[in-house]
């Protein structure tokens, strides 16, 4: 039998079934989905395309069995098993006796409006559930498998290869300056980069991943936040750099108007990780991902070019050098820093450098963790040299990635903010201060309320800090761009 004859006939079965089952029937470029109740069964399409091959019933059966195993990962709650379709293609019934027609992976129904493209289209997904994908994302990547150099994965010659693939299949919608744009700026950067992709691979940053991981993947589910519907036809598509993962869905909240919400996505990310020296090599995984989903909304709708014009613009805006820029809070602890520099961070694109995160992270600790608990003093003099000392260090290096960094510390030794301003002279980069200030009611108040904060500066270390501050000078007054309002 020919392949458009398996693909009418399964086509007719797969309706029947829908019909059968009262369900609401969904198709994609390569499934089907029936909706019935409170399940879900994806049916894979018998079609071969340049990236999948479900062309046989073995191949199609070893699939689903596959994506049950691997998104049994993020998602156990809603992969409930491969489920057989028997019967006739005009009359088919599930795991009924006789011959196997086809396979379905059943999963558990989540209700309308819980994913997060449509939250965010409804205005109703927050920042909280944007930290809760980060804390998801980081876990995953925590306990994945790391490719060792025999398998082959996240090559630099496969890394140039898939990006300009995507390319081709992004074209239709792109004009030929924009491809030629495009693939004069993928070819460089590929070139570019093989030096940092070869020192990822070797240093366990290429892990088995989920390898889709847009807002269209990622669910509002039992009170937390869960990612399904990864790569399983592919393995060189999931085994990739972790960066490439949760750069995915950095660029989609991009594509869909929420800039503001990717760079939250990517500081929660590098706060919990501290994979900085992974940020040279993010806009091209951004670009790459951006084409990667032009050429699917194409696929799906080779008559509607507006989404697929979405992510192809994605592409071309995350190819523009990025306007690197330095900027340091000041204040006591409680003062606002973190609130302020959150707000900055979402409006202008930045990274994020905090001292508190970091000086946990030197005494090789977590961001949450108590360091009181192991008699630790961490903002004596020694750990707050080193801390500013890791900052500056850092951030010379995301400056010269070509991102704004806002360095988030106290800064109030004037020595300190010397530092930081003969940085920025240094790199040529413009400088500013976001100066915070309050009552020492109210800090000791903020600090007394505070709970789950990587800060653990309490009454005692305030009078210590207030002790020692150095006001801002005439001159330094003149960087301030920002400041907090007193209460």
């Not at 792109?174 to 570019?192: F, H, I, K, V």
């Not at 990864?230 to 950095?250: G, S």
């Not at 939250?264 to 995984?285: I, K, V």
Request: net charge neutral.
């Amino acid at each position: 039998m020919q392949a458009a004859d398996t693909a009418i006939l399964t086509r007719d079965m797969v309706t029947a079934l829908a019909r059968a089952l009262h369900a609401e029937l969904i198709e994609t470029h390569i499934s089907w989905v029936l909706l019935a109740g409170d399940t879900a069964w994806k049916i894979k399409k018998p079609v071969t395309l340049p990236f999948v091959d479900y062309g046989t019933l073995e191949l199609r059966r070893r699939f689903c069995e596959e994506e049950l195993r691997l998104n049994r990962r993020l998602a156990p709650s809603l992969y409930l098993g491969v489920t057989r379709i028997t019967g006739t293609s005009s009359a088919p019934v599930l795991d009924g006796p006789g011959a196997v027609l086809e396979y379905a992976v059943r999963m558990r129904r989540f209700p309308p409006g819980a994913l997060f493209s449509e939250q965010l289209s409804a205005g109703t997904l927050g920042g909280k559930d944007v930290d809760q994908l980060a804390s998801l994302i980081v876990e995953f990547q925590r306990r994945s498998p790391i490719a060792v150099g025999a398998h082959g994965f996240a090559r630099t010659e496969d890394r140039r290869r898939v990006a300009l693939a995507a390319l081709e299949g992004a074209r239709p919608v792109a004009s030929p300056a924009e491809q030629a744009l495009l693939q004069d700026w993928l070819e460089a950067g590929a070139a570019a980069l093989v030096p940092l992709w070869n020192t990822r691979r070797e240093s366990a940053a290429v892990r088995e991943g989920h390898g889709d991981l847009h807002l269209d993947n990622v669910v509002s589910l039992d009170g937390g936040v869960a990612a399904f519907d990864c790569i399983e036809f592919e393995p060189t598509l999931r085994w990739i750099d972790v960066l490439d993962d949760m750069a995915f869905a950095v660029m989609d909240f991009s594509a869909r108007g929420r800039s503001d919400f990717a760079f939250q996505l990517l500081n929660q990310w590098l706060d919990l990780t501290g994979d900085h020296s992974a940020l040279p090599a993010l806009r091209f995984s951004v670009v790459y991902r951006a084409l990667v989903r032009a050429q699917v909304e194409h696929l799906r709708r080779p008559d509607n070019t507006d989404t697929a014009r979405r992510y192809l613009e994605t592409a071309l805006s995350w190819m523009r050098p990025g306007q690197p820029k330095l900027c340091i809070t000041h204040g006591l602890p409680g003062s606002g820093k973190t609130f302020a520099s959150q707000g900055l961070l979402q409006r202008e694109g930045a990274i994020r450098l905090r001292s508190d995160v970091e000086r946990k992270r030197l005494a090789g600790l977590g961001m949450l963790a108590d360091s009181r608990e192991m008699g630790l003093d961490l903002y004596g003099a020694d750990a707050t040299a080193s801390t500013y000392g890791q900052l500056l260090s850092l951030a010379r290096a995301v400056l010269q990635a070509g991102y704004p960094v806002i360095l988030d510390a106290a800064f109030l030794l004037r020595e300190e903010r010397l530092r930081a301003l003969a940085l920025a002279r240094e790199l040529d980069v413009p400088f500013s201060i976001i100066h915070c200030e309050a009552p020492t009611p109210v800090l000791r108040d903020r600090l007394l309320a505070r709970r789950g904060d990587a800060s653990e500066a309490d009454a005692t270390v305030l009078k210590r800090l207030q002790a020692v501050a150095e006001p801002l000078s005439g001159k330094e007054l003149g960087f301030v761009v920002a400041a907090a309002p007193v209460h």
